[in-house]
């Protein structure tokens, strides 16, 4: 095995099954020593227990790996960051991977189906991240890699919580992987499709089954290791296809005091992908509209 991870210590949040359990055992056969955290609940957020983490644990353990379990929720990053600490003595990289659903249509989502979606996606991913900052500045090392879904980048019926969670943590990494360029903390997106008891609500059972988790897990393990030197990207994995996703922009048209009627006759031209442009940066973005400034005074 060419990429190792011996003298590396990572947080799997979410490992105690699914996709982050084929990361933490991936990790581990290849030299990590692994927090395996999990809270061992039901797909909706409501139990917990502490056996899914343990078994993980366990069955690194019997292949000669290193790995402790944390059973806490992921809003309590710092504990889960102190398990890694108090056992491990680092802390070089955090896969952002727990998660649950609460699938409904918008008219009957309550705000309990908001707020745990929230809770859980975006409050855990920002908790354990935000412990684990300190550390992996003083390091001048860190990978961070947060799970994101087509659901965030596409919309999806009946998952408006769920969507609206996912795509934030896009921009989460985004502005992540700007503050952490000068301490080598890279930074990015993992957008997964795989069966799990996640998508077995959603999904028939065929593919549930073809989708194999096991498809994604190389992705993420290259995304964490020392060699990869992306940041601020989105990476995507599923049934043995591997890509990224990026932002671009429309040519568009430059309107010297427009109205609303002149931009309803020119909708064509300005939604036009013709000859889009890929622009990579907020600071990209933010020179092309000062020179359009420019260009208006220097006419006007
Ligand atoms: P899964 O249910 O098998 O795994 C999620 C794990 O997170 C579970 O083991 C669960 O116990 C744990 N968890 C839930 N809440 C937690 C909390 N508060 N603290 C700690 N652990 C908690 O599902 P999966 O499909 O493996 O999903 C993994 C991640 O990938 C999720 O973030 C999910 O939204 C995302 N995702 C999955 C797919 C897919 O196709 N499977 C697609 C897009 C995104």
Known sequence: ??????????????????LGKTYALELAKRGCKVVVNDLGGDRHGTS???SMADKVVQEIKAAGGQAVANYDSVEYGDKIVKTAIDNFGRIDIVI????????????KMTELDWDLIF???????????KAAWP?????????????SSNAGVHGNFGQVNYAAAKSALIGFAN?????????????????PTAGSRLTETVMPQNLVDALKPDYVTPLVTYMVHDS?????????????????LQYYKSKGKVISNATADDLAKNWSTITDMNGAEFIGTITEQSARLVSILEEHESSS
């Open 1 to 18: 095995m060419a990429l190792r991870f011996d003298g590396k210590v990572a947080i799997v949040t979410g490992a105690g099954g699914g």
């Open 48 to 50: 917990s227990s502490t």
């Open 96 to 107: 952002n991977n727990a998660g649950i659903l609460r699938d409904v249509s918008f008219v």
């Open 119 to 129: 809770k859980v996606h975006v409050k855990g991913a920002y908790a354990v991240t």
């Open 135 to 147: 550390y992996m500045r003083d390091q001048k090392y860190g990978r961070i890699v947060v799970t």
């Open 175 to 191: 502005a992540l992987a700007q503050e952490g360029a000068k301490y080598n903390i890279l930074a990015n997106t993992l957008v």
């Open 228 to 244: 990869f030197e992306d940041s601020g990207k989105v990476f995507e994995a599923g049934a043995g296809w591997y890509g990224t």
